[in-house]
Every structure is written in structure tokens, then in C-alpha cells.
């Protein structure tokens, strides 16, 4: 049996909470608080408790999906990219800016939040964002 112990950050919130991946033979089972982390103290919230249950889940989505003859189908990054990206130029040019909004997560760092209000302000040109944990 192969034990290994990683440290690591809860991705539940932008508190970043400190937390120990205990993995055995490369299989993540069980998260501890991390005592020395100077955000949590040592404890974690119900979330973070449980966020290893979410990396084994056989119904977990791994690579992009593009929807294809009314299915989704499997694809590589670039071309999910390039889809959206033109979905989103298409969107803009016939409807305007505003016609776009994004609505960000309490599961993301606060840097992914501000990188995300940045590319709709100053990428698309709209205020239309909002957050969940703003509610």
C-alpha cells in the first residue's frame, strides 16, 4: 500500500482553507484540515470535509462536450475554445453586448472571480455579471 499525504487548498470558496489529501495507491479517499494553515486553524466547513468525493465520481465530466447532432459528443479543448468563443463574437455582433452575462462562483479563487468580471467588462463590454456568494 502506497500512502501519501498532499497538501493542498479547499476549492469550495475563495477563503482558502488548508487541507490534507490522504491518497492511497493514487486514489484520493479522505481530507483532513491542515492545523497549520493559517486560514482555517485546522477545521473545515461541511464542504470541505467531503470535497474529495466529487474526484472519484464515475459521472464526473473530464474533457470538454460539444453538442452535436442534438448529442453531446466528446471533443478536444482548442475546438470547445473556438466553439464558444464563436458562439459568444456571434451573439455580440447580431445582438450587442448586452445581450451576454455571466454569472461566476463561490467555488472559484477570488482571482478566477476578477479574471472573469474582467474578460465581461473589458472583453465582451458589458456589467452584465454577477456572483453567487454576492446573494
Not at 24 to 47: E, Q
Amino acid at each position: 500500500m502506497n500512502y501519501r499525504s498532499i497538501q493542498t487548498t479547499c476549492p469550495y470558496c475563495g477563503c482558502g482553507c488548508g487541507a490534507l489529501l490522504q491518497v492511497i495507491d493514487d486514489k484520493l479517499v479522505k481530507v483532513l484540515p491542515s492545523k497549520s494553515s493559517p486560514v482555517n486553524h485546522g477545521a473545515l466547513c461541511i464542504k470541505g470535509w467531503n470535497m474529495h468525493e466529487f474526484v472519484n465520481n464515475p459521472k464526473r465530466i473530464t474533457k470538454p462536450l460539444i453538442r452535436k447532432d442534438g448529442k453531446l459528443q466528446e471533443c478536444e479543448w482548442d475546438e470547445a475554445l473556438d466553439t464558444v468563443a464563436g458562439k459568444l463574437k456571434a451573439i455580440k455582433d447580431e445582438h450587442g453586448p448586452d445581450a451576454i452575462g455571466a454569472f461566476s462562483s463561490a467555488k472559484c479563487t477570488n482571482e478566477d472571480n476578477y479574471l472573469m468580471q474582467k474578460f465581461i467588462r473589458a472583453g465582451v463590454g458589458t456589467n452584465s455579471i454577477d456572483h453567487c456568494a454576492r446573494l
